[in-house]
């Protein structure tokens, strides 16, 4: 079965950092894209980050540019997200993702759009950043 078990979370100041982490199994790591996404209540789920571990790619939403950075060790299947200046409109939760067509992103009029496919997500772990 396909895991991701998501972890990190946790309680911030504002220009503060956290690491999150999302933990694999059950699918073939290096051949898959993982993503971070995020929602804040009363807000639709967005994505944040997402790295295609066939070719490395990355992709990040540009509200995150240049202060979050995704990583990932393939001998542990974990994806890492390295936040960093965060900010209170960073409070979410976020959760991440698995799809192995790639992360399905596309980028028009200003946000990515996400296509429809296989994919697999785990639960979710809070971030909260206080002013």
């Known amino acids: 079965d396909v895991q991701l078990q998501a972890s990190g979370g946790g309680l911030v100041q504002a220009g503060g950092s956290l690491r999150l982490s999302c933990v694999t199994s059950?699918?073939?790591?290096?051949?898959?894209?993982i993503a971070w996404f995020r929602q804040a209540p009363g807000q639709e789920r967005e994505g944040v980050s997402c790295?295609?571990?066939?070719?490395?790619?990355?992709l990040y939403a540009d509200s995150v540019r240049g202060r979050f950075t995704i990583s990932t060790d393939s001998a542990k299947k974990t994806v890492y997200l390295q936040m960093n200046s965060l900010k209170p409109e960073d409070t979410a939760v976020y959760y991440c993702?698995?799809?192995?067509?790639?992360?399905?992103?596309?980028?028009?009029?200003?946000?990515?759009?996400?296509?429809?496919?296989?994919?697999?997500w785990g639960q979710g772990t809070l971030v909260t950043v206080s002013s």
């Open positions: 059950g699918f073939h790591f290096d051949a898959y894209a």
């Open positions: 790295i295609s571990n066939d070719d490395g790619n990355k």
């Open positions: 993702q698995a799809r192995p067509d790639g992360c399905g992103w596309v980028y028009y009029s200003g946000r990515f759009y996400y296509t429809e496919g296989a994919q697999y």
